[in-house]
């Protein structure tokens, strides 16, 4: 099979193209012939060296979502067939024209949606549900503040929780994305380049500020979303895009008594991941079948070109999600 491979730390020159032997699968997975791979962050950094994959993953050929069709199934995968379509969350090499994955970190992709759109959804999707839902416990008449609401996690978030009734508030980084995230769903946008988003949360919510914040930033923006939370928040954690060595005011902690958690999905256990997988099919999946959640892709790239669709997403000027699209034969 041919694979996008890391050929050694760097920029984004480093992606190449090469022929790789197809995966083994084991007995409770399936192998799926790849049509689309979704683009996220982690592959940037991936691609850097700063983001190891799991054991057991594999360690040169990035990639964390895909969409395809089952072509070979493990003698105990009970629910999938030969034929089926569908996406997943892999730990690693989705990169590639085959990839192989347990079965339960697979979804059937909806018939409105193609593969490239439904390759867009697994990484943002799984992450979304298990810190906001999961770990942020999110409740009903509760509010959310996510930031980088115009990347793919910001549009998952504002499409999930407005589906389900929450108010969601975003930042964002200029005035066009504001707008985009507020046509999505947001019910207000924060320009974090000329506004301080938690005093903008402060008026909006009329001091009370929001229940749980989603964040992938970390470093300054820590004190800022302590502040932003309401009695009893939760302050989820997912990446620290600007430092992971904070000095924060432990007393606002204690006297709002906040939550302050965070997660890394990559790494989980199976089980952990498959459990995910139900619930976003039993909950979300119906809105997607039924349109009122639609798949966001900025631009599709063939996998050749992984290198250019790299430069795009370390530009973050794209709105929405990259993808690379495997060329099948017969499609």
Same mark, same amino acid.
């Given at each position: 099979?041919?694979?996008?491979?890391?050929?050694?730390?760097?920029?984004?020159?480093?992606?190449?193209i090469?022929?790789?032997?197809t995966?083994?699968?084991?007995s409770?997975?399936?192998?799926?012939?790849?049509?689309?791979?979704?683009?996220n962050?982690?592959?940037?950094?991936?691609?850097?060296?700063?983001?190891?994959?799991?054991?057991g993953?594999?360690q040169?050929?990035?990639?964390?979502?895909?969409?395809?069709?089952?072509?070979?199934?493990?003698s105990?995968?009970?629910?999938?067939?030969v034929?089926?379509?569908?996406?997943?969350?892999?730990?690693?090499?989705g990169y590639?024209e085959?990839c192989?994955v347990?079965?339960?970190?697979?979804l059937? %992709?909806?018939?409105?949606? /193609?593969?490239?759109?439904?390759?867009? &959804?697994p $990484?943002t999707?799984?992450? !979304?549900?298990s @810190?906001?839902?999961?770990?942020?416990q999110?409740?009903?008449?509760?509010?959310?503040?996510v930031?980088?609401?115009?990347?793919?996690?910001?549009?998952a978030?504002?499409?999930?929780?407005?589906?389900?009734?929450?108010?969601?508030?975003?930042?964002?980084?200029?005035?066009?994305?504001?707008?985009?995230?507020?046509?999505?769903?947001?019910?207000?946008?924060?320009?974090?380049k000329?506004?301080?988003f938690?005093?903008?949360?402060?008026?909006?919510?009329?001091?009370?500020g929001v229940?749980?914040?989603?964040?992938? %930033?970390?470093g300054d923006? /820590?004190a800022g979303?302590?502040?932003? &939370?309401? $009695?009893?928040?939760?302050? !989820?954690?997912? @990446?620290?895009?600007?430092?992971?060595?904070?000095?924060?005011?432990?007393s606002v902690?204690?006297?709002?008594r906040?939550?302050?958690?965070?997660?890394?999905?990559?790494?989980?256990?199976?089980a952990?991941k498959?459990?995910?997988?139900?619930?976003?099919?039993?909950?979300?999946?119906?809105?997607?079948?039924?349109?009122?959640?639609?798949?966001?892709?900025?631009?599709?790239?063939?996998?050749?070109?992984?290198?250019?669709?790299?430069?795009?997403m370390?530009?973050?000027?794209?709105?929405?999600?990259?993808?690379?699209?495997?060329?099948?034969?017969?499609?």
């Open positions: 099979m041919k694979a996008i491979i890391i050929t050694r730390p760097g920029g984004p020159e480093v992606l190449k090469e022929e790789r032997p995966p083994a699968y084991s409770t997975e399936v192998l799926i012939k790849v049509h689309a791979a979704g683009v962050r982690p592959d940037v950094y991936q691609r850097k060296g700063n983001y190891p994959p799991p054991q993953a594999p040169d050929i990035p990639g964390l979502e895909i969409a395809g069709v089952i072509t070979e199934i493990g105990e995968v009970t629910r999938w067939k034929g089926n379509k569908v996406c997943a969350l892999v730990m690693g090499g590639a085959y192989n347990p079965e339960g970190q697979c059937p %992709i909806p018939g409105n949606l /193609t593969f490239i759109e439904a390759a867009s &959804l $990484e999707f799984f992450t !979304v549900w @810190n906001v839902f999961d770990r942020g999110l409740k009903k008449n509760e509010t959310l503040l930031h980088g609401g115009s990347g793919g996690i910001g549009v978030a504002i499409q999930m929780a407005t589906a389900l009734g929450h108010t969601i508030y975003v930042t964002a980084g200029s005035d066009e994305k504001c707008r985009f995230c507020e046509d999505l769903g947001a019910a207000k946008a924060i320009n974090y000329t506004d301080n938690a005093d903008v949360i402060k008026e909006v919510t009329n001091k009370k229940d749980v914040v989603l964040d992938m %930033i970390g923006y /820590t979303n302590l502040s932003a &939370l309401a $009695e009893e928040g939760r302050l !989820v954690l997912i @990446n620290t895009m600007s430092g992971k060595n904070v000095q924060v005011d432990l902690v204690m006297r709002k906040l939550t302050i958690t965070g997660s890394m999905l990559r790494s989980r256990e199976i952990f498959a459990a995910i997988a139900q619930n976003l099919e039993k909950i979300i999946w119906p809105f997607l079948a039924s349109g009122k959640i639609k798949p966001v892709i900025n631009k599709v790239f063939p996998a050749d070109k992984a290198a250019k669709a790299h430069q795009l370390e530009s973050s000027e794209h709105v929405g999600k990259i993808v690379l699209e495997f060329i099948v034969d017969g499609s």
